[in-house]
């Protein structure tokens, strides 16, 4: 589990240490602030950490590094990645398990990172990032881009692609219902298996790729759509319920969801909110970024129901500030324009 980050100019980030993460993590602040930035950054750092030794893979981890950072922000040079304000370096610090994996470069490098430490350990287990663009009708561009090493689709959408090719392996019992927690934890318990049924139920049916067109589509009940006529919130779902089904994602992985809100209908928001803080408690880290106040209290509701810490931050005029959801709802703009709007509406209402 990711510990603590810390970055320095980083992008729009001038300045950023948060400490004490939890299972679920929540990112907060307008647009343009750096809340995919940051999820970014910790998704370069962990797939590095995931590539290395990993198969035949014959580069230094260094190089994958580069290569992930380069292909993730898509930035001609990665010394581009330097706040243009700085007038030193860029520095990346994340503790793993109290372990540290830290670099840094300046404005002028393009292809390469002369400093560059790390005491973890290769690791076995998959990281993932869920963007908020519909990735499953536009599913072989992506291939196609990967294989001809173009600009256009970041690092995000090819690894998202190359895992959902992954076969699935294994069925999970049928359930409706959300049992409460079993002793045993992890991949196997019988509430984790739950959640994929949780996420099937919630769409009411699942995806499935035809090898014959090259192609996904949405089944439900014994009908077959095209991913163009199907709803960008359903495969939104879909795509988390194929990844745990195939096997890509278990109870050690970390996911990366940008705009979770994003083309989901509200009471869809809270379901797949409850299936995280399932997949949470056995084993699963998450990091999400998102605009929306329904977002922000429906996982405050979590923290003071389960007693689970969510830790948040947000970006307050030039600083980010951390607090955690079990405690309190943070002061940020969102809440400010969700109580203004309230607020408005009250005042027409006595008027």
């Known amino acids: 589990m990711i510990n603590q980050v810390e970055l320095k100019n980083f992008g729009p980030m001038e300045q950023l240490n948060w400490q004490g993460l939890g299972k679920i993590n929540l990112i907060i602040g307008n647009n343009d602030c750096g809340k995919s930035f940051l999820l970014k950054a910790l998704y370069s750092a962990m797939r ?4 290395y030794k990993r198969g035949e893979n014959p580069q230094s981890l260094n190089e994958i590094l580069v290569d992930k ?10 010394g581009n990645l330097v706040n243009y304000n700085a007038n030193s370096s860029l520095s990346f610090n994340l503790d ?3 372990k540290l994996f830290k670099y840094d470069f300046s404005r002028d490098t393009k292809r390469s990172i002369r400093s560059l430490h790390s005491d973890i350990e290769p690791r076995q ?3 993932i990032f869920l963007p908020a663009k519909e990735v499953l009708s ?9 294989i001809n090493f173009r600009f256009g689709f970041d690092s995000t959408y090819m690894d998202l692609a190359n895992a959902l090719k ?14 409460l927690p079993s002793d045993k934890l992890g991949r196997d318990s019988d509430d984790f298996n739950q959640a994929r049924n949780l996420l099937a139920n919630l769409i009411n049916g699942k995806i499935e790729f035809d090898e014959v067109n090259k192609r996904w589509y949405f089944h439900k009940d014994k009908q077959r759509f095209p991913m163009g006529v199907t709803a960008e919130g359903i495969k939104k779902i879909a795509i988390l319920d194929t990844l745990l089904g195939n096997g890509y994602l278990n ?9 979770l809100e ?4 509200p009471e869809a928001i809270s379901k797949l909110l409850d299936i995280i803080a399932i997949l949470a408690k056995h084993g699963i880290q998450f990091f999400i970024a998102s605009h929306s106040y329904f977002v922000i209290k429906k996982l405050c509701l979590i923290a003071q129901e389960q007693k689970m810490s969510i830790p948040v931050i947000s970006k307050e005029n030039n600083d980010w500030v951390s607090s955690d959801l079990l405690e309190e709802i943070p002061d940020n703009a969102i809440i400010n324009e969700s109580i203004r709007l309230y607020q408005q509406e009250v005042s027409f209402a006595l008027a």
């Open 69 to 78: 950072i380069f292909w993730t922000f898509q930035s001609e040079n990665i």
């Open 48 to 51: 590095t950490l995931e590539e």
């Open 96 to 98: 793993f398990e109290n």
């Open 166 to 179: 992954i076969p699935a392996t294994k069925a999970f019992p049928s359930s409706h219902n959300i049992s």
């Open 251 to 259: 109870e050690n992985s970390i996911i990366f969801i940008d705009e």
């Open 125 to 127: 287990d998959n990281s």
């Open 138 to 146: 536009i599913y072989h561009f992506i291939l196609e881009s990967e």
């Open 262 to 265: 994003s083309a989901l209908h």
